[in-house]
């Protein structure tokens, strides 16, 4: 069991739409980071969150950790074929840096 | 920046051979892990390690062991390889409370 899900598992949308992947969990999480993914290659960090409510930008993409800090989103606006690839949410607990991580969202924009 | 660096992209070992798989990374960061990635499992933490000589079990340390010796070197060790061992291993390091930096990963396979 997943303590932190994510959905969707697959997302398939066309250059310049816009794309909502979600992360939840029952559990509390000190803060919570986003990786991407391409194949062939280990994630690479994009953003961390730390404070319930927060939200970052980077770019197109918006992260927000939920007020409760169980949950998270990413939202890509007008999205580009380089968003192409695994969308990994992870929590870290209070004690220690060991983090958890979800299954993964897939996501291909097609040009 | 930050670098990890795993010593094989790809390998391919028989079963019952002892495997090393090595990473190492040059920012003198204190905490390192191995994961493995399986399509639909996601990533689990086989085990880590906050400081030199020290290790603690991961999720999923069953078959493996691992040694750190020097700060920036951490060694997964496959006793017995099995066919069931075939997945991506990913290393990782960071400092406490921060994101991981990854490196590229091995694909290794057991036949």
Not at chain 2, 81 to 92: D, E, G, H, P, R
Request: proline share 3%; with cysteine; charged share 25%.
């Amino acid at each position: 069991t997943q303590l932190l899900e994510q959905s969707p598992q697959f997302l398939s949308i066309q250059e310049g739409e816009n794309l909502t992947v979600y992360c939840n969990s029952s559990s509390v999480f000190s803060s919570l980071q986003w990786y991407r993914q391409e194949p062939g290659e280990g994630p690479v960090l994009l953003v961390t969150v730390v404070t319930g409510g927060e939200v970052k930008k980077l770019k197109r993409l918006t992260f927000q950790f939920g007020d409760a800090r169980k949950d998270s989103s990413l939202h890509i606006t007008a999205a580009q074929p380089g968003d192409t690839g695994l969308y990994l949410c992870a929590g870290a607990r209070a004690a220690g840096n060991k983090l958890t991580f979800g299954g993964g969202t897939r996501v291909l924009v097609k040009p | 920046d930050v670098k990890v660096t795993q010593s094989s992209r790809y390998l391919v070992k028989r079963t019952g051979e002892k495997v090393f798989l090595e990473c190492v990374q040059d920012m003198d960061h204190e905490n390192m892990f191995w994961y493995r990635q399986d399509p639909g499992l996601g990533l689990r933490l086989i085990y880590f390690s906050y400081d030199v000589k020290m290790k603690e079990k991961g999720d999923i340390p069953e078959g493996y062991s691992v040694s750190r010796e020097k700060k920036e070197r951490f060694s997964l060790i496959l006793e017995s390889a099995s066919t069931n061992q075939t997945s991506m291993y990913l290393c990782a390091s960071s400092l406490t409370r921060a994101g991981y930096t990854f490196g590229s990963g091995t694909r290794l396979t057991v036949v």
